[in-house]
């Protein structure tokens, strides 16, 4: 690098003095978060995903280069061109797709500013492609009790199902409750554990107590009662496997030998029971969170309550999500208050607002001074109540 433009990064305080092109430097952001092991594997999995999406078209780029028009010109291409694999026709990305392109992108490029290598973040100036929110659809209260009733002649199943109801759990969170994790005297059931599904096999991970998903449920009691049974079927299928059963923490549903169960093995498991109820257009898992989120908040919970049991780091998810939710009560609670403007209350109202004006008629004409007699005028000493 020429020594004027080190100069100015001394005096600035902000430049890059390798000189990296956007490919090096996404994939040393990548290694970075690697090494701390701060992120999911299916999030770090996506985002190696997403990075080679983006260095395929503008990897050459310098990264002090990178403007938020050459990044408005990558979201084009990848609409329009998207992945190339090598000897196969280009295959147009999807609007979300390259929405997460721009997401990565943007969080990439905001740690670049963090370090001081770029002054200002291109991907805050630039124009990812508008994506409809489609809200997923959740169970039926009818759909719940279809379901439940298919799911009775398996007891594991049943009890899947009854705590995917009553606490909203995601599937890796499902997957990754241990014994140990039950209070069953408290009634209680603490999530810290997750069990995801990558491309190398099953990982599972605790999740780190500053996090809001890892938190403790309240559990009813019939559902206790079932957690009583699974515990009892995972602690006879150990003694049975002795010593050949996984060591490491004991999983509540786990497959034979006691390792976790995978995920995509489950949500197989929940969409052939869809299958045997009818049920079509809902996901068979992810259904289930949204129907409890669905049934608190049209059941009275309030949003924070709603956020606590899901484990959204923020209300503000929970409102994005079900704000028709919210705007239903919402509008239910309009419907109450205009009640009182029925025939029936005006009548009400107006009855009991005249006896209070008869009442305080009634307090005033005791009060009034005496008239004077003579020659009318008032009284020399002032008169005064009491």
Known sequence: MHAAQMREIERRGVGDPHRHDLASYLRGWLAHHRERGDLAPTTLQGYQRNVALAVQHCGHVLLEKVTARALDALYGKLLTHGSQPQGAPPRPLSRQSVLHVHRLLHTALRQACKWRLIPHNPAADATPPSVSHKQARA?????????????????????????????GLRRSELLGITLDALDLEAATLTVQHTVTETRTGVVVREITKTKASRRTLAVPATVVTLLRAQKTRVLEQALAWGSEYASGPRFLFPVSGGEPMRPL???AR??????????????????????????????GADVKTTQSRL???????????????????????GEALAGYLTPANKR?????????????????????????KGNGRPPSKRWTLG
Request: hydrophobic fraction near 35%; proline fraction near 4%; glycine fraction near 6%.
């Open 139 to 167: 169970f039926t209260t009818e759909e719940i009790t279809r379901l439940l009733v298919a799911a009775e002649g398996d007891a594991e199943t049943y009890c899947m199902l009854a705590l995917l109801l009553t606490t």
């Open 311 to 333: 484990g959204h780091s923020s209300p503000l998810i929970t409102l994005s999500l079900y704000t028709d939710k919210v705007d239903e009560r919402d509008r239910a609670a």
């Open 348 to 372: 009400k109202a107006t009855s009991k607002a005249g006896s209070q004006w008869r009442r305080r008629k009634f307090q005033l004409s005791r009060c009034t001074p005496p008239r004077q």
């Open 270 to 299: 929940l969409r052939r029971l869809l299958h045997r109820a009818g049920i079509k257009g809902v996901q068979p898992v992810h259904g289930w969170r949204h129907a409890t989120a669905t049934l608190l908040i049209a059941g």
């Open 265 to 267: 093995n489950l949500t």
